[in-house]
T-cell receptor
Framework: AQTVTQSQPEMSVQEAETVTLSCTYD???????LFWYKQPPSRQMILVIR??????QNATENRFSVNFQKAAKSFSLKISDSQLGDAAMYFC?????????????FGKGTLLTVNP | SQTIHQWPATLVQPVGSPLSLECTVEGTSNPNLYWYRQAAGRGLQLLFY??????ISSEVPQNLSASRPQDRQFILSSKKLLLSDSGFYLCAWSPGLAGIYQETQYFGPGTRLLVL
């Protein structure tokens, strides 16, 4: 079974600074997808970024980018120019490929605090 | 654009009472649908998923059941609630077989359930 590990229960960053959240995963599959979701105090899960394992290029979405290291099974999230609205719980998630359904396996999350 | 709704937003129920949580999706057809539970301070656990009307797969044995009476409607039920059923319940959808990015899930606002 696939597992996702987020080794940082909590992180903090100063406003306008850069922070990196870590995620490692374990899988025997060669094709899969990785995601970062943000859960603000409202608790709705918001998709931040997705990465396809067969693509070597790291995904980016505005101030959010990932460092995908397939051989190391590492998938970190970098938030640049941190804003107060970035404060939230961040979850790393894994999905296999193929078939008619895709089940997400989540890490336990990293709570990010942004200090003004 | 697609939207996903959940209701109620908050629910307080006595032990032994029945439960019905509803999730509906707009703006898409034949979605895959998912129910997750998030206990306090923990990650998400997949409870059920559905790839079509009347097709339900259960991920964990439990006191809950799910039904999909219509293409874009997903219901989570229980005949008799337990204290351990308390938590935050999230519904999610992803594009079905005819869609792109089938592996990407989008979440609803969630329902807070407290069983007393």
């Amino acid at each position: 079974a696939q597992t996702v590990t987020q080794s940082q229960p909590e992180m903090s960053v100063q406003e306008a600074e850069t922070v990196t959240l870590s995620c490692t995963y374990d899988t025997s599959e060669s094709d899969y997808y990785l995601f970062w979701y943000k859960q603000p105090p409202s608790r709705q899960m918001i998709l931040v970024i997705r990465q396809e394992a067969y693509k070597q290029q790291n995904a980016t979405e505005n101030r959010f980018s990932v460092n995908f290291q397939k051989a190391a099974k590492s998938f970190s999230l970098k938030i640049s120019d941190s804003q107060l609205g970035d404060a939230a719980m961040y979850f790393c998630a894994y999905s296999g490929s193929g078939g008619s359904n895709y089940k997400l396996t989540f890490g336990k999350g990293t709570l990010l605090t942004v200090n003004p | 654009s697609q939207t996903i709704h959940q209701w109620p937003a908050t629910l307080v129920q006595p032990v032994g009472s029945p439960l019905s949580l509803e999730c509906t999706v707009e703006g898409t057809s034949n979605p895959n649908l998912y129910w997750y539970r998030q206990a306090a301070g923990r990650g998400l656990q997949l409870l059920f998923y559905s790839v079509g009307i009347g097709q339900i797969s259960s991920e964990v044995p439990q006191n809950l059941s799910a039904s999909r009476p219509q293409d874009r409607q997903f219901i989570l039920s229980s005949k008799k609630l337990l204290l351990s059923d308390s938590g935050f319940y999230l519904c999610a959808w992803s594009p079905g077989l005819a869609g792109i990015y089938q592996e990407t899930q989008y979440f609803g606002p969630g329902t807070r359930l407290l069983v007393l």
